[in-house]
């Protein structure tokens, strides 16, 4: 497996305790792939510490060969690693091209002007609606635009936190769709899921994590494949899973 | 970063053609004297929005500023200096270069705030600044005041020179605006007031824009400052660091709707001439101050987000529903990317 992003015994916390407690995966160039675990279980806390908005007790995460644990998440990002996080990120007040064009803000004004152009064909949404303020769009349509924003650095890796909390199932449908369609052009997706199915759906490889570690980790379709994987997903115990294995 | 159009930029030619006519047109003294007050009272608001409006940094301490330029102007051209002519409204360039430099240490330890803090802040420099005013005599002349050299212009237009160097101002102020909007530091400002953090999370230097727009509103706010002083020949530190001053320009930038490019001019063409009317009788000298309530409690439980915007959120719902009316079941889905291009 050609590994883009890895990440080795990532220990991390917020206040006390450690919420990540030996972390290892493995993220595939050119793949989708995709963590689930139940409420809990570290899955945002993992791409919190790789975008560098949380620093980790220990551990290595590293792009490409390069070590970019402990580094600033604006280090991070100009790494070519981009954060979509689960809370709605966009700008309200600002118009959705604006928002777009925030993305891209350390680039230059041409390539600026470039890359937005190209972002608005590879999204619709961005033209039809951008002169509406982002705020007014449904939570499908904001993720949407937040997918879109994240593309404008052209990134490495792009960290996606729960794109489909919060969204009615045909809303879902759109930005899973989407997901995958980046995929098709040749993104590296790392995928937090609370909704397992869906994501492993378009996912290449999985994992399953609880009590922060992970689990269980494989070819996507196996893990759907895996009953077990979904008695977890459900609030199972992950122990079933380690005695069998 | 963003187009102009077409119907922008003719209503720009309309509105500044219209305003460099009307001392012209309307040659009556009284009237051109209100028109002076609307134009200051455009430029002040048009520059406090430049940070208040854009940035969402409710800055208070924006009359301190304009005393500190009316105060430059009147040590600069003393009445014993005898008539200064047109030279006041050269050098303002100067003066008002000279209160951004001023301003960025002011601003740097302001900004270690935000929100309410930061307004406390600023208009705690405000009471500082008038204090200083009444204090320092050998700057202020304090409660005595400070006369500045009359100028000999025609009695029968006397009041055009001033309207028209107000007038270069607020165009100077608009067109400063106009560019911002159009620039990065524009989508820095709009960023910073919906969500600072999140702003810096994508690579905003979040402060180095704040200064800049802080030095130059005050930069602006202090040339105005000059004029004004210079108009009425003078001053006072209780008139020239005046607290009704920045509610003044907050207010109509509230009205006419903040963060748009033309709201702070529609706010003071309502609110000035109202004001100017009310002082003229002895009277009714103070009750603008009522009018000020009254529009505050309007804008707050009516038009929160100011007049511009509303109309302009009445004009969107009413194409929307057109559209939707004319247009079939299907084109109101939510839009969904057809392609990605690799």
Known sequence: MDVVLSIRGLFARYDRGDVLRGVDLDVERGGVTCVIGPNGAGKSTVLKVVSGLLRPRAGDVALDGERISGRSARQILDHGVVHVPQERSLFPSMSVWDNVLMGGYVLSRAALRRRVDEIASRFPIVRERRRERAGSLSGGEQKLVEIARAMMLEPRVVLMDEPSMGLDPKARRVVFGTIRQLNDAGATVLLVEQNARSGLEIAGRGAVMETGAVRLEGVARDLLDNPEVARLYLGGAARSLEDRG | ?342
């Open chain 2, 1 to 342: 970063m963003r187009t102009v159009s077409r119907s922008g930029a003719a209503l720009t030619v309309v509105i500044v053609t219209a305003l460099a006519a009307f001392p012209f047109v309307f040659k009556a003294n009284w009237v051109v004297n209100i028109a002076v007050f609307t134009m200051m009272y455009a430029g002040l608001a048009t520059a406090w929005n430049l940070l208040g409006g854009y940035s969402g940094y409710i800055s208070l301490c924006n009359a301190a500023f304009f005393g500190i330029g009316a105060y430059t102007i009147a040590n600069l051209f003393p009445t014993s200096g005898g008539p200064p002519g047109s030279t006041p409204f050269l050098i303002l360039p100067l003066v008002g270069l000279g209160a951004a430099i001023l301003s960025i240490p002011i601003g740097w330890v302001a900004f270690r705030t935000r929100g309410v803090t930061f307004a406390i802040v600023t208009i705690s420099l405000l009471f500082v600044a008038q204090t200083l005013a009444f204090l320092m005599r050998s700057f202020t002349r304090g409660s005595q005041g400070m006369g500045i050299g009359v100028p000999r212009f025609s009695v029968a237009t006397y009041e055009r020179p001033f309207y028209l160097a107000l007038l270069a101002i607020f165009v100077f102020a608009v067109s400063v605006c106009w560019y911002v909007r159009r620039a990065k530091l524009g989508l820095t400002l709009f960023a910073i007031r919906d969500d600072e953090d999140r702003a810096r999370g994508l690579g905003v230097d979040t402060e180095i824009a704040k200064l800049v727009t802080f030095a130059t509103s005050l930069g602006i706010t202090a040339m105005i400052g000059g004029v004004w002083a210079y108009y009425i020949t003078y001053i006072y530190p209780q008139f020239a660091v005046d607290p009704l001053i920045t509610i003044g320009m907050v207010l109509m930038v509230f009205l006419g709707g903040k963060g748009t490019l033309w709201g702070p001019l529609l706010g003071a063409l309502l609110l000035v001439p109202a004001q100017r009317l009310l002082a003229q009788n002895a009277t009714t000298a103070r009750w603008y101050l009522i009018l000020y309530s009254g529009v505050f409690l309007f804008v707050i439980l009516l038009l929160p987000r100011g007049i511009i915007p509303s109309v302009q959120d009445l004009v969107a719902r009413l194409r929307s529903k057109s559209d939707r009316d004319t247009s079939s079941p299907a084109a109101t889905v939510p839009t969904v990317p057809t392609e990605v291009v690799p």
